[in-house]
């Protein structure tokens, strides 16, 4: 006590003017220090936002920057530009579509362990050229925003949903959606959606699709998971995206998670629709670049050729 007098002495100097309020300082700083000192006891280490680390080595605060940023001025991550540079890039000698590069990283992105990093693929593709009107901005967010939705049914809603809001948090007025209500506006369950879900089904599976689902043939809840609602009310939707952009999608968004058995019907789903075993290859080689830059490790994904034979 005595020498929490001294230091409290130390610290106030002259601005103490009577022994009582003196004492009744020292208290202060006492119950200050000794609420300190407990805290920090039953907290262990720091834990603040500051002190965790990104998979990647990066500081979090660093690499997270845009969330203390204000909407007006959002700060860009260079290294993740720079990746999105190659993503792009690596779809030019390819029959895959320019403008399809985006939906692969924003599956890639939000199946990892990062999905608000999909707010700076939204701040890379405003830099680019394409984009530089509203009703250009608009129908790039329409495109991913029907990848993350169609996300959920493969990679489950929470994740979708982080990245939706943290690319909402940079879109200005003028470049939001004026539709006046969501794309599955007034769905229905109906014979017509169960015909349209097997369908696209029957073209990623063709004659495999009976003994898959036969695979749930004790778990029936799963088969009709698949029908009606996977494959009728997500996949096969085409208001916004075609039959390659969904399959890229597809393929990239279980891919990233480590998945061995979706990710060889995925391979050879998307093979079954025309892609060049080439082009597959891309698509293999650029989720691995964002799982190694999000220090991810797939390694129990089949590779492109050792599907081949059961294309």
């Known amino acids: 006590m005595r020498l929490l007098h001294q230091r409290a002495c130390a610290i106030l100097g002259n601005r103490v003017s009577h022994p009582r309020h003196l004492a009744l300082q020292t208290h202060a700083y006492t119950a200050a220090s000794l609420q300190s000192r407990s805290f920090r006891t039953k907290s262990g280490p720091d834990t603040s936002i500051t002190s965790r680390r990104h998979p990647n080595s990066r500081s979090f605060a ?49 199946g990892g362990n990062d999905p608000e990093r999909c707010d700076q693929l939204y701040l890379y593709l405003t830099t680019q050229p394409e984009f530089q009107t509203p009703p250009q901005r608009q129908a790039m967010v329409r495109r991913l925003r029907e990848a993350l939705f ?15 809001m943290a690319i909402n948090k940079f879109e200005r007025d003028e470049d939001k ?54 494959y009728g009310l997500y996949l096969s939707d085409r208001q916004v995206l075609d039959d390659m952009d969904t399959e890229i999608v597809v393929l990239c968004g279980i891919m990233i998670q480590n998945l061995r058995l979706e990710t060889h ?21 650029d989720v691995q670049r964002v799982a190694k830059f999000f220090g991810m490790s797939l390694t129990r994904v089949p590779t492109v050729e050792s599907v081949e034979y059961d294309v």
């Open 177 to 230: 959606d004026p539709a006046p209500q969501a794309t599955r506006e007034g769905w229905q369950c109906d014979e017509a959606n169960l015909q349209r879900g097997m369908g696209w089904m029957s073209k990623i599976y063709a004659g495999n699709l009976d003994d898959t689902l036969e695979l749930y043939k004790d778990h029936k809840d799963f088969a009709w998971v698949s029908r009606h609602i996977t």
């Open 62 to 110: 660093a690499h997270c920057g845009t969330m203390a940023s204000d909407s007006a001025s959002p700060q860009t991550d260079p290294a993740l530009f720079e990746l999105f540079d190659t993503l792009k890039g690596s779809f030019k000698n390819t029959d895959l579509g320019h403008d399809r590069w985006y939906m692969l990283a924003a599956a890639a992105i939000v």
């Open 150 to 164: 169609k996300c959920i049914c493969i990679i489950g809603v929470c994740k979708p949903l982080e990245a939706i």
């Open 265 to 285: 019907w995925h391979i050879r789903g998307i093979r079954r629709l025309g892609v060049s075993k080439a082009d597959v290859q891309v698509l293999w080689d």
